[in-house]
Nanobody
Framework: VQLQASGGGLVQAGGSLRLSCAAS????????VGWFRQAPGKEREFVAS???????DYADSVEGRFTISRDNAKNTVYLQMDSLKPGDTAVYYC???????????????????WGQGTLVTVSS
């Protein structure tokens, strides 16, 4: 399976972006999808996930500002990011996983396929 993350860019603080994670090679309706981000000099951190049965989970730092959703007909998962802050600046990655537990999906090693990443820059 190949994942293509897109939608990143430069936005001012308080603005919005919508990231997309499109899968090809196989349908991912039976798999969880997660978004992680990595800022320069920092480890990859969990942002949000959605299970195969559409249960979302969010990091505390983005709860209430970000929304994850999936469109299985389009083999695409979205991350709507509102009220962006400079601290959200990072490369955002999407991944797929066969894991069912939202808790386990907060760990990068739960994922077996990753997209190439898309850069989000939030200016103050």
């Amino acid at each position: 399976v190949q994942l293509q993350a897109s939608g990143g860019g430069l936005v001012q603080a308080g603005g919005s972006l919508r990231l997309s994670c499109a899968a090809s090679g196989r349908t991912f309706s039976s798999y969880a999808v997660g978004w992680f981000r990595q800022a320069p000099g920092k480890e990859r951190e969990f942002v949000a996930s959605v299970t195969w049965d559409d249960r979302p989970d969010y990091a505390d730092s983005v709860e209430g500002r970000f929304t994850i959703s999936r469109d299985n007909a389009k083999n695409t998962v979205y991350l709507q990011m509102d009220s962006l802050k400079p601290g959200d600046t990072a490369v955002y990655y999407c991944g797929t996983s066969a894991v069912f537990s939202s808790t386990v999906l907060q760990k990068p090693n739960a994922y077996n396929y990753w997209g190439q990443g898309t850069l989000v820059t939030v200016s103050s």
